[in-house]
């Protein structure tokens, strides 16, 4: 199945939307320009074009194989996979001087996106090697980067986090594998972890493995948790691969979707593992990491709403059928001519379009918060804290829906396997699950991002999108209809907030009751502000006459957005102000 | 999978939203007592239960397999089909004259819904000759009737609809399908069918088709139609079969889900069809039984709903992880517990609660419409005519929801095929697409139940709310809460038919932008309204101390649908009244 990397409306993201003055004022990007970044990702969007998006349909069909001790995997994923690492893809945002191509993170959501888009299977491997990178980037030890870092992040290695345990998932407090030093230095990793996605797999020589278990005598819960390297294969003092380690693959699971990535269960007998920093600082380590794996989530939200959207849209202008209902023609006409596949069609384009356009502003304050100076570091932190639950969570919630939209847009045909798009809506469901459920998301942007510091960012989100506001009343009637939607919504954002602060300390369960509503408010408002944006640009190119098709397509969008998704934030506000009783209220059964 | 019948809602809606003493008021009914109806239903619960509900794993697993000429169901499909038809269960709401049960509607829905829920795929079988006896009934001749009707009614036979072709879908005036006249008064049928549910399988001993084709020099579209009985083997005049006809399975579909219900590619060639009614009168015959098929359908949205909610409350009761944010507890908690899957849960369940009241209101419009003296009966029908849509329409988007939420309050073991929960997220993908999809339904309820008798069924069943909202107001804090929010989202509905009735003829394509929106928004205060009135009887009944634990539960889900759900409304309206030029703007490029 064809795709077609969407460089124009990244590079419009990148130019104007991701903050890429400030991202390139940063001495760590100091000498990288546009059109480096331009040229990288055309060459990278060629590649998911040709060499990934063709294996998607052999990757659902095939599937990963386990065949009782080895995963093997479909054969076109190797010669694939041999291709990515050689042209150096895997290293495109890491740091130079582990051998990466040092691009920031703003071209690397992109790449992240597209490889996706192409394929989600494929895309994991890479986005959990990149987790394990970050961790060890952050965290590791200087013999621990030397030894482990620069072949994962050429991708000759890949990595894989290995925290959930069948007692333990959201709740990794019950962790129960444990780590027994030995007399060299080392410790003696054994216990059950499952689903670890590219847990065993035969596309990388080695596998490094990050493992959360427990020291003897640490303490319960999830203060008594360790981070440990164990690497599949032991690496010797020289860099070569020596003994296999003591960790097995049991199974793989029997998946809805994205059923070439193999999603394993681990068995550590005694393997071999290494500390990384401070025992019991284990889950502080992952929360680091896990703020960068949460966005590539969200942003694979992304990738497969505009897979699904280029599916729709084609099959739309392709199929006829039945007469238009304003009689412009006696003959049937392409669907993409009625009505309500007219608004399904938009709903697919601006959900992704405009997380995509959230995706590339958080990625610029993330490079920030991770190169910036101090105190602008720190409020670029707080920013990017406040929106990557945003992604993650707003983001993959919406694939689902524009993956199931772009079923229903091709009717029966949608229901058949052999077109593809049932494919996007299978693959999609995972996405607001794994890294965090929605509610986990919810949880954290409450309680760590709006309570901890009493609603001083998300106030801040606020004030920037009233100047959004603001830009728009100075537009067209079309930017001034985007303001009013923006302001209401702002205003229900602002009465929200206010009572989630006012009762979260006082009535906990019933402030929480609101987080899901509050994650997909505040997702909504600050995607729209993100469009808004883009429209308040837009208008400005069209009244210069420039790039006038894209331009005009831009503020269509955002209209869209404004009048049919952003409306919904009303419905979230009620559920907040008023729907906690209906979940507690004595004598409630479930 | 287990699976417990609801008989006890389905019963307290029969009860008190069905209109039960006006559907037994009729003369047809007139025998038949509340305690005969609940008897039946709890016999064919239990046969549910036991017989049914185990089959989805293996037919989802197996599917319906096709050997080159003949489709073959998994064999646990053959056993139950029999028993199914030895009990009877077929015939219980057909006329006793031709062997039925006799009872109503209002009973055959909840059977429907129990059927479908233990398995959506063994359920469309009987759903499909439910609507070929139905056709058959309304259309056939005396010696049709004689010849066919009886063995379908039994199930000892299965029948067929055969509407669509590759080049006609929902818009079925590009039939090419030919029927040549024959000497003996019979016609030669000609052509493929596709999407033919149940089309070819070894469950029955005969199938009958029903199929539109056209007859030599008819009108071209829709109005060239006629509509014919293609049995699989030949009726002798005795009533055995005789000789194999001429219509041939060239292959079934691999489909997301009810893969146990083959889906046929049916090739007619030269097959013996015999016309049913006048000539070029078939699309009009097709829509007197769609009508009946839809809302059977909505139901399906229902069933597989409740299936999804029953697995998800169990498991969260279950399953546990985690503190409870309110300190209630230092160790983890079923997650029940906590506030996100809690408000999950009861959104499934209010969601599948409200389906199921609005299916039993309008199941008693249908019985009446059906069996009413003249006037009441054209009221009856005008009002089950508007109410189809929504059932059909609201009910089976809303079950895409709920079985996606199923899959949520999983978390990773939702996405594991193992767990179940998966197969109702896709068997539900196809509920808003076959049967019309819910853009069609949304074109039949603008353009026929509302434009056509200029608004006036939709101001009597506003009106009808409005009298809800007044029994609510005499009620406690919580009725007064939940009449507040009917009472809001009524107002929006006038303000949405009111901009509806004055742009439609105006600005076709601006109205039908709003329809499949004015679809949702009127399902939603429709099943509101029902649940609020479940709410009305559920607090006399409490006053009065009668049967406390359910008669609670029925307020608490009232009162979530109205802080939780109903509050949607306010974007529907919103996308109606502005959202139109965001579809239709010049230079909007899709």
Redesign the interface.
């Known amino acids: 199945m064809t795709y077609q990397a969407p460089i124009r409306d990244i590079m419009f993201n990148i130019e104007h939307l991701s903050g890429w003055p400030q991202v390139t004022s940063l001495g760590v990007y100091s000498d990288i320009d546009q059109t480096d970044a331009q040229a990288a990702l055309e060459g990278f969007g060629r590649f998911c074009e040709d060499v990934i998006a063709p294996l998607s349909t052999i990757g659902d069909e095939t599937g990963a194989q386990f065949n009782g001790t080895q995963v093997v995997m479909p054969q076109p994923y190797e010669q694939a996979y041999g291709q990515f690492v050689e042209m150096g893809w895997q290293s495109l945002s890491h740091p130079t001087e582990f051998g990466g191509m040092g691009l920031p993170r703003v071209v690397g959501a992109a790449a992240t996106e597209m490889l996706n888009a192409a394929d989600m299977s494929f895309g994991l491997c890479p986005l959990l090697t990149d987790g394990a990178s970050h961790a060890l980037l952050i965290t590791g030890s200087e013999d621990q980067k030397k030894r482990y870092l620069e072949p994962l992040i050429t991708g000759q290695w890949s990595g894989t986090m290995n925290l959930?345990e069948p007692?333990a998932?959201?709740?990794l407090?019950?962790v129960r594998t444990k780590a027994e030093p030995q007399s060299d230095g080392s410790f003696a990793v054994s216990g059950t972890k499952i689903?670890i996605t590219f847990g065993e797999h035969d596309l990388s020589e080695n596998i490094v493995h990050l493992v959360l278990a427990r020291t003897p005598g640490a303490p319960a819960g999830p203060k008594g948790l360790s981070l440990f390297i164990v690497p599949k294969y032991l690496v010797q003092d020289d860099g070569s691969l020596g003994d296999r380690n003591a960790v097995t693959c049991v199974s793989i699971?029997?998946?809805?979707?994205v059923r070439a990535s193999p999603t394993a269960v681990l068995d550590y007998d005694k393997a071999k593992g290494f500390l990384i920093g401070e025992e019991n600082r284990g889950l502080e380590y992952m929360f680091v990491m896990m703020t960068s794996a949460r966005f590539s989530v969200g942003v694979q939200g992304i990738a497969v709403s505009d897979r699904a959207y280029q599916h729709a849209?084609t099959y739309?202008?392709e199929r006829?059928?039945?007469r238009?209902?304003?009689?412009s023609s006696k003959d049937?006409v392409p669907i993409?001519q009625?009505?309500?596949?007219?608004?399904m069609?938009?709903r697919m384009?601006a959900l992704t379009e405009g997380g995509r356009a959230l995706a590339a502003t958080t990625a610029g304050w993330l490079d920030i918060a991770h190169n910036g100076v101090e105190d602008y570091r720190r409020d670029a932190d707080a920013m990017a804290e406040f929106l990557v639950p945003l992604v993650k969570g707003y983001c993959t919630e919406r694939s689902?829906e524009v993956t199931?939209l772009g079923?229903?847009v091709h009717?029966?045909m949608?229901?058949?396997?052999?077109t593809g798009v049932?494919q996007f809506?299978?693959d999609s469901?995972?996405l607001?699950?794994?890294e965090g459920?929605?509610?986990i998301q919810?949880?954290d942007l409450l309680g760590r991002k709006v309570m901890r510091d009493n609603g001083d960012t998300a106030r801040r989100f606020s004030g920037m999108v009233q100047e959004t506001v603001e830009e728009l009343r100075k537009g067209s009637a079309?930017a001034k209809?985007i303001a009013d939607r923006l302001s209401e919504a702002r205003d229900l954002f602002e009465t929200s907030l206010a009572w989630l602060l006012d009762t979260a300390r006082r009535?906990?369960?019933a402030a929480?009751?609101g987080?899901?509503p509050f994650l997909m408010l505040s997702g909504n408002l600050a995607t729209a502000w993100q469009l808004g944006r883009s429209a308040v640009i837009a208008e400005a190119k069209l009244a210069q006459g420039e790039d006038v098709?894209f331009m005009?397509?831009k503020v269509?969008t955002a209209?869209?957005y404004?009048?049919?998704i952003l409306?919904?934030c009303?419905?979230e506000c009620?559920?907040i102000l008023?729907?906690?009783?209906?979940?507690?209220?004595d004598?409630?059964?479930?």
Chains 1, 2 share one sequence.
């Open positions: 959930t007692q998932g959201s709740d407090g019950r689903f699971e029997h998946k809805l979707g849209v739309a202008q006829q059928q039945s238009p209902v304003d009689g049937a993409v009625h009505p309500d596949v007219r608004r069609l938009l384009r689902v199931s079923v229903q009717g029966g949608g229901f058949i396997e052999e049932a809506y299978r469901r995972i607001p699950i794994y459920t929605t509610a919810a949880n079309k209809g009535d906990p369960n929480f009751a987080g899901v098709e005009s397509q269509a209209q869209f404004a009048h049919h409306v919904e009303h419905a009620a559920r008023q729907g906690s009783p209906s979940l507690f209220d004598g409630i059964q479930l």
